[in-house]
DNA sequence: ACACGTTCTACCATTGAATGGAAGGTGCTG
DNA sequence: CAGCACCTTCCATTCAATGGTAGAACGTGT
């Protein structure tokens, strides 16, 4: 036995002790990353210890493991998001103020609308989808703005694979779904994530024609007026989009 | 010559890739990345598609590098600031609400703050741009703070190092600030950043009276009521502790 | 149209850095 | 105090990592 008796290189093994951390978990001790990460101790060991003195993973005393501070302040300088928030937030602020909902960015990733930023409503305490948190396609109006814009052969790829585990939707409702979608400029979807909650969003268009993200707004079923959100988001859609350039 | 002529090891290149964006730039030529990571090119561009791979980095066509979103994400699901962020959100919210003032939480890295979170003031545009961003100690409110809770002996090591490129600042006149923050209980500093602004932060003690952030206003000269800002801000930093435990 | 510079990508023989089992600490629990 | 669970260190073995070289794909100035 030598180098990587498993057959993968030490690139694979950095990315899966990263990887390793499950949602929302910021802290390891380090048998439990040995485990998850699949690497013999002594190894998971060795990397841990080399990561934490550049700073990029924090192993405490105890063999405690936590991602380090460097490591989320080289991502949040340099990641290919921030041009796209710091576009985003003053558009974002004035629909939390004009409207007062809670407000929301995503870009697409794979068949998942991923959120990049999102500001609360005033006075709510409860905050439902969290940044950097995931949502398929099909149960978000992220997800469906996003994907209704992107090319025909990408939504054929997507309605292809489709599967909703639960059963509850069918590909041929979110085709509906979609194409109603394009057709109107925005997508909506009532009750999915949460039965008292409506869901809106309208897709953010770059200089290039590309759409790189979805804006989006959750409100109380209570207070839904389609005829003034949707015009607002998609102004301030329009707005971010000039920001952007490209 | 074999594996790394230089003698750094595969989890030293790793890191020296990632470190090798400048503050704020989100994408870099592959010569240019290698070039600033000190490798030779062959062994960048290996390095380079390896992480793209896995989604760590994004190689676009061209020799086009940025940090993956998939980075973003996994940072951003599970740093050791999730937690303070969650906890401080609700009462920076409070604050920026009743005050109506730019909202900051730091964290104390080496000698200097580094924020963690912003809210900008309601009305202007946002300068969201400063998270991530640092400060030296001497010279943000939220640095005085956080040190200034600090043990003596850390408080003694900075001191021992400190020295001030522009001149302008004595350790003596630091070690003075400190002893007045400690001894009020909050920092104060006029007009360092922007000759017309006023910075005050308080510390955040968590269960464990381990004073693990700072946080604090900038707010303009003409509005500084000291009165109204200080007890504001240490309930909020009261509030924010208890959520925290630990 | 052509030559030149620049940058990205691929190949592959060489070799020392990475590997992981084993053994030695450390601290907790029953 | 024995037993367990976990962290940490050591070191001989060996194959994965290395980087010079060469070719492909641009773009640019003449």
Same mark, same amino acid.
């Given at each position: 036995m030598a180098n990587s008796a498993s057959g993968d290189s030490?690139?694979?093994?950095?990315?899966?002790?990263?990887?390793?951390?499950?949602?929302?978990? !910021? +802290? %390891?001790? %380090? *048998?439990?990353?040995?485990?998850?990460?699949?690497?013999p101790l002594s190894s998971a060991?060795?990397?841990?210890?080399?990561?934490?003195?550049?700073?990029?993973? @924090? $192993?405490?005393?105890?063999? !405690?493991?936590? %991602?380090?501070l460097r490591l989320w302040e080289l991502v949040n300088r340099n990641s290919p998001t921030l041009a $796209?928030? #710091? =576009?985003?937030?003053?558009?974002?602020? @004035?629909? #939390?103020?004009? %409207?007062n909902q809670n407000v929301n960015l995503a870009v697409l990733d794979g068949w998942e609308a991923l959120f990049v930023e999102r500001l609360s409503r005033r006075g709510s305490v409860a905050n439902r989808a969290r940044i950097a948190g995931r949502m398929p396609v099909h149960i978000s109006s992220a997800g469906l703005a996003l994907m209704s814009?992107?090319?025909?052969?990408?939504?054929?790829?997507?309605?292809? #694979?489709?599967?909703?585990? +639960?059963?509850?939707? *069918?590909?041929? =409702?979110?085709r509906h779904f979609l194409a109603e979608a394009a057709q109107q400029g925005y997508a909506q979807l009532a009750g999915v994530v949460d039965p008292d909650t409506w869901g809106i =969003?309208?897709?953010v268009v770059n200089g290039k024609r590309r759409t790189v993200a979805a804006?989006?707004?959750?409100?109380?079923?209570?207070?839904?007026?389609?005829?003034? $959100?949707?015009? =607002?988001?998609? !102004?301030?859609?329009?707005?971010?989009?000039? #920001?952007?350039?490209?």
């Open positions: 030490v690139v694979d093994r950095v990315v899966r002790v990263i990887e390793a951390f499950p949602e929302g978990v !910021t +802290s %390891l001790q %380090l *048998t439990e990353l040995a485990d998850r990460a699949g690497l060991h060795r990397l841990v210890r080399q990561l934490s003195q550049h700073g990029l993973l @924090d $192993l405490g005393a105890g063999g !405690t493991v936590r %991602l380090g $796209l928030r #710091q =576009a985003a937030m003053p558009f974002m602020e @004035d629909i #939390q103020q004009v %409207l814009h992107q090319s025909r052969e990408v939504q054929a790829e997507y309605l292809e #694979q489709f599967e909703d585990p +639960s059963g509850k939707v *069918t590909a041929q =409702a979110v =969003a309208v897709p804006l989006g707004v959750v409100v109380p079923l209570a207070e839904m007026r389609l005829q003034a $959100l949707v015009p =607002a988001l998609q !102004t301030a859609a329009r707005g971010i989009g000039r #920001q952007l350039g490209d």
